[in-house]
């Protein structure tokens, strides 16, 4: 069962990592090189590692502006969230995020 839980949140993040600006983050490299000197067999480290990577391509995101605040803040939340629960941060410690800057150009005071 865990084996399943833990492929489909590396299905989702890989699926939605696509969308990242950030994939060139020196820590987000840093966790992926971490997690392909993990053995197959420890998909649990392995997956620990393709998490907090995609974490820090989020919150590079997050911290240099995008169109996604609210999608962003939710997915680096969820991350940090698994983290703390199925880790227990063992592999890093992770901060959830409450504000993302925003792409959005606001519009001129009309007065």
Do not use: W
Not at 4 to 21: A, E, M, N, P, W
Not at 75 to 82: A, F, K
Not at 96 to 108: I, Q, W
Request: with cysteine; hydrophobic share 35%; charged share 30%.
């Amino acid at each position: 069962m865990k084996k399943k839980y833990i492929f489909i949140i590396l299905l989702f993040f890989s699926v939605v990592g696509v969308f990242s600006q950030c994939k060139d983050s020196k820590t987000a490299k840093e966790y992926k090189a971490k997690s392909l000197k993990v053995s197959k067999e420890n998909i649990k480290e392995k997956s620990a590692y393709l998490q907090i990577a995609k974490y820090y391509e989020y919150t590079c995101e997050c911290n240099n502006g995008t169109n996604r605040e609210k999608k962003l803040i939710t997915l680096i939340n969820r991350i940090v969230d698994v983290n703390k629960s199925f880790h227990l941060e063992k592999y890093g410690a992770l901060v959830e995020v409450v504000k993302c800057k925003s792409l959005k150009k606001k519009l001129p005071d009309s007065n």
